[in-house]
């Protein structure tokens, strides 16, 4: 009986012992799970002020992913439908605007930035990464036109943006700094373009291991018109006719008063 | 400490190099100085070229030519040169055909056709006078080489008979012309709304109409021509800032400075050339101008989508 009891006590210590190890390996594979398929990040500036002097700025993303991944950082601006027409030739002459078209949910900008060649990471197969990639966009981006004949629309959309510069695939502009417990730190450099509109934009980051997105992290970056620019703006749209009348009052001024400089030089 | 170039345009959109800016002003500030013109009708396609989008480079440039105009038509006011009769009826028309061009493309801009048409009526416009000036000058040319006088008694043109029995007709004493009030309202509504839709004073079409077409003398057209572009313009300017938001101050407070500086260098350098000279130059700038806008109506675009309503 006592021999029984005794075993009975060991096997439940050995049951305890045994779920207390169990227990431990799965939290601690877990938390390497965890500290492994993080991404972190970072802007500066948080936000991008468009004052009299502005012409683009260098944004700067830091943070850190997955060592064993490939970070993709994207400036996106918030998606909006652009109306378009759609040149075509009349009377097989002149190319001229016929056909309404109108790309729903565009971003109004997408500027994609990598370490390495996208191309190179896209032919490591997965499907995340195609997503992430200008022309992963069509995806998002739906195409509203009249009549058929619309096929190429959204390649020469792209265009179109590119030749913009708002949006664009670049590489080289990130870089790895250092690696520890299983994460990469990282430093990219943005170039945004002077022609910006102000609104609500976003920094992405997605880590992309074999092709697919393991882990992501965003910041959110607002771009504001200050100072004069945010003036103008203010009057121009705000107070019209008043713009109107002042632009013309400035400029026979100014008018007025070049030429009486030159008219009192050239009496000398 | 680097000095800034750059400078933002909040109605553009962009930002833009000063210096650029300052130049390209000073360069058709030359031109214009050398030839006697108002220079827009190269201003505007060079904005263009430039990045700036056409509706803004259009109405901004009106808004320049309004500063430029006030110091030219001040300087022919005080040598006399202002014909106000004439050129108040000129600008009557030219108030009312403005507002119809600025009409004209407010609704074009809606249906995303507002550059094509620019663009055409810069080639039709540009052929036309630049096809015509270069014409005359070759001939004249010729004609002074060869020395042949012009025949003093000339048979009247069926144009001139009609001229003649237009009601309402009124002796313009400073040009020394009679003829119906009807011809300086209808020609100056037809300047007018091409200077709305071509963004320009309407000087390089309402020179050659003032000559050819009301028969005015030279120095009186010059005068008379800058008056009404000035009221030209500043209606063009207030109505295309009213209604369609695309005066760019700033570009053209810059454009201004750079013109004015440019035109008295070329009112310098102009009288070094002889008449004929200077009118087969323009001519042939004029043409070069239109070939490239023309080339782009018939190229095939590098992009085959345009935004609707402007940029």
């Given at each position: 009986m006592k021999k029984s009891k005794k075993a009975k006590v060991k096997s439940k210590n050995a049951i305890i012992i045994g779920t207390f190890i169990f227990a431990a390996f799965c939290l601690s594979t877990l938390s390497a799970v965890a500290a492994q398929d993080v991404a972190r990040i970072a802007v500066e500036p948080e936000a991008i002020n468009i004052g009299a002097l502005y012409d683009g700025i260098a944004l700067t993303a830091t943070g850190s992913i997955p060592a064993d991944s490939e970070a993709v950082v994207r400036f996106v601006g918030a998606a909006c439908d652009l109306h378009m027409k759609e040149k075509g030739k009349v009377g097989g002459i002149m190319w001229m605007n016929l056909d309404s078209i109108t790309f729903k949910g565009a971003p109004s900008a997408c500027l994609v930035s990598s370490a390495v060649d996208l191309k190179g990471l896209e032919a490591d197969g997965g499907v995340s990464i195609k997503v992430l990639?200008?022309?992963?966009l069509k995806r998002s981006v739906e195409v509203e036109a009249d009549g058929g004949g619309h096929e190429n629309a959204f390649e020469e959309f792209l265009k179109l943006k590119q030749k913009e510069g708002l949006y664009r695939e670049m590489f080289g502009n990130i870089s790895y700094e250092s690696a520890s417990e299983g994460q990469k730190t990282f430093r990219a450099i943005v170039p945004i373009p002077s022609r910006l509109a102000p609104g609500d934009y976003a920094v992405k980051l997605d880590a992309v291991r074999n092709g697919d997105v393991i882990a992501r992290a965003e910041q959110p970056v607002k771009v504001n018109l200050v100072g004069f620019p945010a003036l103008m703006s203010g009057l121009a749209f705000g107070h019209s006719a008043l713009y109107g009348i002042l632009a013309t009052i400035i400029a026979l001024i100014a008018g007025l008063g070049i030429g009486l400089v030159f008219q009192s030089r050239g009496s000398h | 400490m680097s000095i800034p170039l750059h400078l933002y345009l909040p109605i553009a959109g962009n930002s833009v190099n000063m210096l650029l800016i300052l130049g390209l002003g000073g360069g058709v500030g030359l031109l214009s100085g050398i030839f006697g013109v108002g220079g827009g009708f190269l201003m505007t396609p060079l904005l263009i070229m430039f990045g700036i989008p056409p509706t803004v480079a259009a109405a901004s440039d009106s808004n320049q030519i309004v500063g430029a105009s006030t110091s030219g038509t001040l300087a022919h006011f005080r040598l006399g040169n202002v014909d106000f009769e004439m050129g108040l009826l000129l600008l009557v028309g030219g108030i009312v055909g403005g507002t119809a061009g600025v009409q004209i493309i407010k609704v074009l801009r809606q249906l995303g056709n507002a550059d094509f048409l620019i663009n055409l009526t810069y080639v039709l416009m540009l052929g036309i006078i630049g096809s015509y000036m270069f014409a005359e000058s070759l001939q004249s040319m010729r004609k002074a080489r060869k020395n042949i006088r012009p025949p003093a008694v000339k048979k009247e043109s069926l144009y001139g008979r009609i001229a003649k029995i237009l009601p309402w007709q009124m002796e313009f004493k400073r040009s020394g012309v009679r003829l119906s009030v009807l011809m300086p309202l209808v020609l100056g509504t037809l300047v007018g709304i091409l200077a709305a839709i071509m963004g320009v004073g309407g000087g390089f079409i309402m020179v050659p109409v003032m000559v050819?077409?009301?028969?005015?003398p030279m120095h009186v057209v010059v005068g008379t021509s800058l008056f009404q572009i000035l009221f030209t313009c500043i209606n063009v300017t207030v109505m295309q800032a009213w209604r369609n938001h695309t005066v760019d101050f700033i570009l053209a407070l810059m454009l201004l400075i750079g013109s004015s500086i440019g035109a008295q260098l070329g009112a310098k350098l102009g009288k070094k050339l002889r008449g004929d000279q200077l009118k087969i130059l323009l001519a042939s700038l004029v043409l070069v101008v239109m070939a490239k806008m023309l080339y782009e109506l018939l190229a095939r675009p590098e992009v085959l989508l345009a935004y609707v309503g402007g940029h």
């Amino acid at each position: 009986m006592k021999k029984s009891k005794k075993a009975k006590v060991k096997s439940k210590n050995a049951i305890i012992i045994g779920t207390f190890i169990f227990a431990a390996f799965c939290l601690s594979t877990l938390s390497a799970v965890a500290a492994q398929d993080v991404a972190r990040i970072a802007v500066e500036p948080e936000a991008i002020n468009i004052g009299a002097l502005y012409d683009g700025i260098a944004l700067t993303a830091t943070g850190s992913i997955p060592a064993d991944s490939e970070a993709v950082v994207r400036f996106v601006g918030a998606a909006c439908d652009l109306h378009m027409k759609e040149k075509g030739k009349v009377g097989g002459i002149m190319w001229m605007n016929l056909d309404s078209i109108t790309f729903k949910g565009a971003p109004s900008a997408c500027l994609v930035s990598s370490a390495v060649d996208l191309k190179g990471l896209e032919a490591d197969g997965g499907v995340s990464i195609k997503v992430l990639r200008l022309s992963g966009l069509k995806r998002s981006v739906e195409v509203e036109a009249d009549g058929g004949g619309h096929e190429n629309a959204f390649e020469e959309f792209l265009k179109l943006k590119q030749k913009e510069g708002l949006y664009r695939e670049m590489f080289g502009n990130i870089s790895y700094e250092s690696a520890s417990e299983g994460q990469k730190t990282f430093r990219a450099i943005v170039p945004i373009p002077s022609r910006l509109a102000p609104g609500d934009y976003a920094v992405k980051l997605d880590a992309v291991r074999n092709g697919d997105v393991i882990a992501r992290a965003e910041q959110p970056v607002k771009v504001n018109l200050v100072g004069f620019p945010a003036l103008m703006s203010g009057l121009a749209f705000g107070h019209s006719a008043l713009y109107g009348i002042l632009a013309t009052i400035i400029a026979l001024i100014a008018g007025l008063g070049i030429g009486l400089v030159f008219q009192s030089r050239g009496s000398h | 400490m680097s000095i800034p170039l750059h400078l933002y345009l909040p109605i553009a959109g962009n930002s833009v190099n000063m210096l650029l800016i300052l130049g390209l002003g000073g360069g058709v500030g030359l031109l214009s100085g050398i030839f006697g013109v108002g220079g827009g009708f190269l201003m505007t396609p060079l904005l263009i070229m430039f990045g700036i989008p056409p509706t803004v480079a259009a109405a901004s440039d009106s808004n320049q030519i309004v500063g430029a105009s006030t110091s030219g038509t001040l300087a022919h006011f005080r040598l006399g040169n202002v014909d106000f009769e004439m050129g108040l009826l000129l600008l009557v028309g030219g108030i009312v055909g403005g507002t119809a061009g600025v009409q004209i493309i407010k609704v074009l801009r809606q249906l995303g056709n507002a550059d094509f048409l620019i663009n055409l009526t810069y080639v039709l416009m540009l052929g036309i006078i630049g096809s015509y000036m270069f014409a005359e000058s070759l001939q004249s040319m010729r004609k002074a080489r060869k020395n042949i006088r012009p025949p003093a008694v000339k048979k009247e043109s069926l144009y001139g008979r009609i001229a003649k029995i237009l009601p309402w007709q009124m002796e313009f004493k400073r040009s020394g012309v009679r003829l119906s009030v009807l011809m300086p309202l209808v020609l100056g509504t037809l300047v007018g709304i091409l200077a709305a839709i071509m963004g320009v004073g309407g000087g390089f079409i309402m020179v050659p109409v003032m000559v050819y077409l009301l028969r005015m003398p030279m120095h009186v057209v010059v005068g008379t021509s800058l008056f009404q572009i000035l009221f030209t313009c500043i209606n063009v300017t207030v109505m295309q800032a009213w209604r369609n938001h695309t005066v760019d101050f700033i570009l053209a407070l810059m454009l201004l400075i750079g013109s004015s500086i440019g035109a008295q260098l070329g009112a310098k350098l102009g009288k070094k050339l002889r008449g004929d000279q200077l009118k087969i130059l323009l001519a042939s700038l004029v043409l070069v101008v239109m070939a490239k806008m023309l080339y782009e109506l018939l190229a095939r675009p590098e992009v085959l989508l345009a935004y609707v309503g402007g940029h």
